[in-house]
């Protein structure tokens, strides 16, 4: 019998020392109580002043116990629930789990027939969500763009009730305030058969975002004051730019955008003492030559562990960014850039990485790219897993008994493992030269393409309750008589 046997599982990424973290932390917990952010919600402000705040004005400065109070309460690991029951959609959020899904808010989008770039509309969303459903890397729904043919306050809305009945696996949802909020929850609380029921196995998470510098805003306290009250996990993230909105140091940007997000962690555990919370957002620099807010820069997925590793000293989920590109069109930038972040999000463990699919700097969002990402993550997770050791996976008496010369097709032990012991690719070609050319001589993209349109010809996502059609019907027409009478 082994005593003090140390088994490593599975393979990860460590930048920062503990010390090193130990600092950032403290250096958050500095600004928080001596800078404060401007707080632009009368009721958020209160609420955190009868906490034990400090207020001026709309300056809010957080003492530091305060602070450790929240992050003591938030919960690291719990459960994101499959809308129709399916344990395969779950997503456990836990040390050690990366998990990853589209963004949303991309105004432009790659036609599915065409593959030319458009505005994203309407009938896109639950191709989106047919294309998340059926891709097994893909852990969680989001919209891939922001709708443009309905009224410019109801997309969010819309977005929500386009993807919910076409995925069964759990959805980050944003709004424009609390009015499709609470639309959202109504849908999302009809299928999960109550309030109560929902409490206990949630099939969504609220997305808020504060602004950098230091800004929590109306919108963004608004809706997290309303998913707090109705228990909703919630994202509280910032989206700050290095160098234009934030310090152009790494160290820098993330103690910075940690303090966005730990104001948004402070309000939410004072309304709803335990309520799941990721911290996070997307962390990258303003190129200098364009101005733009690089998705493709080797920065981000930088910048990115950074917050991933300080959020997980400090006991939260992070809120991660990968799989996106700067690139305009589906080419070997486009793989590059993608497949690199997504690999450094899972060597990092990013609880759940969005933005997959997202191309042209966040401008267009990509079915195209979300497929060929979903093979960069298999091939991410195969390495992230590691190498098992025990006496059965060191094969000592099977290679003793293969001995010199000999070969171990035949072996049960091969049999036994090499399914699962090996990963197989969906998109990328090991064929010979000569059955590739028989094959028809296809491209990685050649390829990308005819999965997804396979999955939009074939695919059938779960049923959802037809009491949950009547409520998304119900709560559409209502939004569009409340925009009506403005």
Same mark, same amino acid.
């Given at each position: 019998?082994?005593?003090?046997?140390?088994?490593?599982?599975?393979?990860? /990424?460590?930048?920062?020392?503990?010390? +090193?973290? +130990?600092?950032?932390?403290?250096?958050?917990?500095?600004?928080?109580?001596?800078?404060?952010?401007?707080?632009?919600?009368?009721?958020?402000?209160?609420?955190?002043?009868?906490?034990?705040?400090?207020?001026?004005?709309?300056?809010?400065?957080?003492?530091?116990?305060?602070?450790?109070?929240?992050?003591?309460?938030?919960?690291?690991?719990?459960?994101?629930?499959?809308?129709? #029951?399916?344990?395969?959609?779950?997503?456990?959020?836990?040390?050690?789990?990366?998990? /990853?899904?589209?963004?949303?808010?991309?105004?432009?989008?790659?036609?599915?027939?065409?593959?030319?770039?458009?505005?994203?509309?309407?009938?896109?969303?639950?191709?989106?969500?047919?294309?998340?459903?059926?891709?097994?890397?893909?852990?969680?729904?989001?919209?891939?763009?922001?709708?443009?043919?309905?009224?410019?306050?109801? #997309?969010?809305?819309?977005? %929500?009730?386009?993807?919910?009945?076409?995925? &069964?696996?759990?959805?980050?949802?944003?709004?424009?305030?609390?009015?499709?909020?609470?639309?959202?929850?109504?849908?999302?609380?009809?299928?999960?058969?109550?309030?109560?029921?929902?409490?206990?196995?949630?099939?969504?998470?609220?997305?808020?975002?504060?602004?950098?510098?230091?800004?929590?805003?109306?919108?963004?306290?608004?809706?997290?004051?309303?998913?707090?009250?109705?228990?909703?996990?919630?994202? /509280?993230?910032?989206?700050?730019?290095?160098?234009?909105?934030?310090?152009?140091?790494?160290?820098?940007?993330?103690?910075?955008?940690?303090?966005?997000?730990?104001?948004?962690?402070?309000?939410?555990?004072?309304?709803?003492?335990?309520?799941?919370?990721?911290?996070?957002?997307?962390?990258?620099?303003?190129?200098?030559?364009?101005?733009?807010?690089?998705?493709?820069?080797?920065?981000?997925?930088?910048?990115?562990?950074?917050?991933?590793?300080?959020?997980?000293?400090?006991?939260?989920?992070?809120?991660?960014?990968?799989?996106?590109?700067? &690139?305009?069109?589906?080419?070997?930038?486009?793989?590059?850039?993608?497949?690199?972040?997504? /690999? %450094?999000?899972?060597?990092?463990?990013?609880?759940?990485?969005?933005?997959? #699919?997202?191309?042209?700097?966040?401008?267009?969002?990509?079915?195209?790219?979300?497929?060929?990402?979903?093979?960069?993550?298999?091939?991410?997770?195969?390495?992230?897993?590691?190498?098992?050791?025990?006496?059965?996976?060191?094969?000592?008496?099977?290679?003793?008994?293969?001995?010199?010369?000999?070969?171990?097709?035949?072996?049960?032990?091969?049999?036994?493992?090499?399914?699962?012991?090996?990963?197989?690719?969906?998109?990328?070609?090991?064929?010979?030269?000569?059955?590739?050319?028989?094959?028809?001589?296809?491209?990685?993209?050649?390829?990308?393409?005819?999965?997804? +349109?396979?999955?939009?010809?074939?695919?059938?996502?779960?049923?959802?309750?037809?009491?949950?059609?009547?409520?998304?019907?119900?709560?559409?027409?209502?939004?569009?008589?409340?925009?009506?009478?403005?």
């Amino acid at each position: 019998m082994r005593a003090n046997y140390q088994v490593n599982s599975g393979v990860r /990424f460590q930048m920062l020392s503990n010390d +090193q973290l +130990q600092e950032m932390f403290e250096s958050v917990l500095h600004l928080l109580e001596y800078t404060g952010l401007d707080v632009y919600h009368d009721e958020g402000r209160e609420i955190l002043k009868k906490a034990g705040a400090w207020v001026e004005g709309k300056r809010v400065r957080l003492p530091s116990y305060l602070v450790k109070d929240a992050l003591a309460k938030a919960p690291r690991s719990f459960t994101l629930w499959a809308r129709d #029951g399916n344990p395969k959609h779950n997503i456990h959020i836990g040390p050690g789990r990366a998990h /990853f899904g589209p963004g949303p808010t991309c105004p432009n989008f790659i036609d599915v027939e065409t593959l030319e770039r458009r505005l994203y509309v309407k009938a896109d969303v639950p191709l989106v969500a047919k294309v998340v459903d059926a891709l097994p890397n893909i852990d969680f729904c989001e919209s891939l763009g922001t709708v443009n043919d309905v009224h410019h306050e109801l #997309g969010a809305l819309y977005e %929500f009730a386009g993807m919910f009945p076409n995925t &069964s696996k759990p959805i980050v949802a944003w709004s424009y305030d609390r009015f499709d909020s609470a639309g959202i929850h109504e849908i999302a609380v009809a299928e999960a058969g109550g309030q109560a029921a929902f409490e206990k196995r949630p099939n969504y998470v609220h997305y808020c975002e504060p602004l950098s510098p230091l800004v929590s805003t109306f919108e963004a306290l608004d809706k997290l004051v309303f998913a707090a009250r109705h228990r909703v996990p919630l994202i /509280f993230t910032p989206c700050p730019i290095a160098g234009g909105t934030a310090p152009v140091t790494a160290a820098g940007i993330v103690i910075q955008g940690a303090a966005e997000s730990w104001m948004g962690l402070t309000l939410a555990q004072a309304i709803q003492p335990g309520l799941p919370f990721f911290m996070g957002g997307v962390y990258s620099v303003m190129d200098m030559s364009s101005m733009i807010l690089a998705y493709g820069a080797p920065e981000l997925p930088l910048m990115m562990a950074g917050i991933t590793e300080l959020a997980h000293f400090a006991g939260l989920p992070l809120w991660q960014t990968g799989g996106c590109t700067d &690139s305009k069109t589906f080419d070997e930038q486009a793989i590059i850039e993608g497949s690199m972040s997504v /690999f %450094f999000s899972a060597l990092t463990g990013g609880d759940l990485t969005h933005d997959v #699919g997202y191309t042209e700097s966040a401008m267009t969002g990509s079915v195209f790219q979300l497929a060929a990402m979903d093979e960069a993550i298999g091939y991410s997770r195969r390495i992230t897993r590691g190498i098992e050791v025990n006496e059965d996976t060191l094969a000592v008496d099977v290679i003793h008994n293969v001995g010199p010369n000999g070969h171990y097709l035949r072996e049960a032990h091969t049999r036994r493992y090499y399914r699962n012991e090996f990963w197989y690719p969906k998109l990328c070609d090991r064929r010979n030269y000569e059955e590739w050319e028989m094959m028809g001589q296809t491209t990685f993209k050649d390829r990308t393409v005819a999965r997804v +349109q396979d999955i939009l010809s074939t695919h059938q996502p779960s049923a959802i309750k037809p009491e949950t059609e009547k409520v998304i019907e119900k709560v559409l027409a209502e939004a569009e008589d409340r925009v009506k009478e403005k």
